[in-house]
């Protein structure tokens, strides 16, 4: 096999980032994105290693039954949308797939353990999210590019009308490309660390229709900023807060610490789980609402709770897992490293009436062996932990404060089936696992996983 040979290909599987998988003759594993179990495909060899190859679609020969016509133009650019491509049945089917393999082969999981995925319905399939970061820049020709970056890379695929986000983030950022066009030097230069404008960041409260519109700016301010705030607050009555966020840093992280309010309020509000959460620019708040609730109600009757249980919730961020359950449990202690995100948890607390929490700042090892000393004995504890899921130490930590059940929420079926091994190798079994589509397009899935000691 070589670079550019085209070879015919049956697509029979799909990998777990969203690419379709076929073998040649010989038992090369070629991946390919953009294709669909059942394709039929001439595919143009891209990269060759010592048992696999990539490759890209010349052209489809025979179109599997799953595959619909995408209505992005830009998806395959923008590499977001991985199954825009796909029937939603088909896409669900595959996230199903992806969950069970991998607790089944890493963390040993019977198979019969994990239930049917949560779907969103066909109508919630796209206009989910409720934020969106959209990079400013300038192409080759000086022309203004607004979009997402490609996948694995820092050029903008422009497009003005992402189908995950709703109308409004549309027509706002249509009169912000207008502005920078206008004034296309204030555009910020990665290379060279010039110019101010780097993202438009926009938030809304799905329940309350508040919008916010951020700018994050090299600097806390820019020339002419008074027209374009004066004309976004004339032409939406939505934006109840404009922001400016100071990220002079030489970085590609979106966002800096320090906020600037230069219109109405600093944060906005939403309802989830029949709770009302503000929305800072830096404040966690999962991006789509009503798939989040029904994570959340997942959790809560793995949960299990009668009222009398200490419940802790490590990795609270803003604390919405943890209160959407304080009022059946006797106390709760939520644990974040985020001092920001402790200040909104508290907050939100205050804001619900809600008087049996309370929010550490700490690293979740150290609190939880910091809770274990003072004696505190959790009923249940709940996990939301990073991509790259919980340490050895803290679940052995865990396992150590005796809860009866452990919740288990993970955006990273990998690490889940790894640490479930884990878990096993502690005296807890795995009792049921469900998936969760928080993502529906993307190659995202995320899990809920009830842990019981044996």
Same mark, same amino acid.
């Given at each position: ?6 070879? /015919?290909?049956? =697509? ?48 489809? &020969? ?8 995408? #209505? ?23 996230? #199903? ?11 040993? &999981? ?18 989910? /999210? ?6 400013? $820049? ?41 502005? &920078? ?111 989040? #609730? /029904? ?37 709760? =202690?939520?644990?974040?490293? =985020? ?13 619900? $009436? ?62 889940? $089936? ?37």
């Amino acid at each position: 096999m070589n670079k550019n040979d085209i070879i /015919r290909l049956h =697509i029979v599987d799909m990998t777990a980032d969203g690419s379709g998988v076929g073998k040649c003759d010989d038992g090369t594993v070629v991946f390919v994105p953009d294709t669909a179990v059942g394709d039929v495909c001439d595919v143009r060899i891209l990269k060759v290693k010592k048992n696999l190859c990539y490759g890209k679609i010349e052209q489809i &020969v025979e179109s599997s039954s799953d595959r619909v016509e995408p #209505q992005c133009e830009v998806s395959t650019r923008c590499g977001g949308c991985v199954y825009r491509h796909l029937k939603y049945e088909a896409e669900l089917r595959i996230k #199903q797939k992806k969950v069970y393999d991998a607790v089944t082969r890493i963390g040993k &999981v019977d198979g019969a353990k994990v239930k049917t995925i949560i779907g969103a319905d066909d109508v919630r399939i796209d206009r989910y /999210r409720n934020k969106a970061q959209i990079p400013v $820049g300038l192409n080759k020709n000086g022309e203004v590019e607004m979009g997402f970056y490609s996948k694995h890379s820092h050029r903008i695929a422009p497009c003005s009308d992402c189908l995950l986000s709703p109308d409004i983030f549309t027509r706002i950022s249509a009169t912000f490309k207008e502005f &920078v066009t206008k004034y296309p030097y204030l555009i910020y230069n990665e290379e060279k660390h010039s110019g101010k404008i780097r993202h438009l960041y926009l938030r809304i409260g799905e329940c309350t229709n508040e919008v916010m519109v951020c700018v994050v700016v090299n600097g806390k301010s820019f020339e002419h900023q008074e027209e374009l705030f004066n004309s976004i607050i004339e032409k939406y009555s939505e934006v109840k807060s404009i922001v400016i966020n100071v990220n002079k840093s030489k970085t590609n992280v979106i966002l800096g610490y320090e906020n600037i309010v230069v219109f109405g309020k600093e944060a906005i509000t939403d309802v989830l789980c029949d709770l009302t959460f503000e929305l800072s620019p830096l404040a966690f708040y999962q991006v789509n609402r009503v798939q989040a #609730q /029904r994570l959340y109600e997942k959790a809560r009757e793995y949960a299990h709770l009668h009222g009398d249980e200490v419940l802790m919730d490590l990795y609270c961020g803003t604390g919405t897992i943890g209160l959407s359950m304080a009022k059946e449990c006797k106390e709760l =202690i939520g644990v974040e490293i =985020i001092d920001k995100a402790i200040e909104n948890a508290n907050k939100n607390a205050k804001n619900n $009436g809600i008087e049996n929490a309370r929010f550490i700042c700490s690293d979740a090892e150290e609190a939880a062996l910091k809770l274990k000393r003072e004696g505190i004995t959790p009923d249940v504890i709940v996990v939301d932990p990073p991509r790259k899921g919980l340490t050895e130490k803290l679940i052995d930590t865990i396992a150590q404060m005796n809860p009866t059940r452990v919740v288990y929420v993970s955006c990273d079926p990998a690490t889940l $089936g790894r640490d479930l091994k884990q878990f096993e190798e502690n005296d807890y079994s795995v009792k049921e696992i469900t998936p969760v589509d928080l993502f529906p397009r993307t190659a995202h899935v995320e899990s809920v996983c009830l842990l019981e000691k044996e």
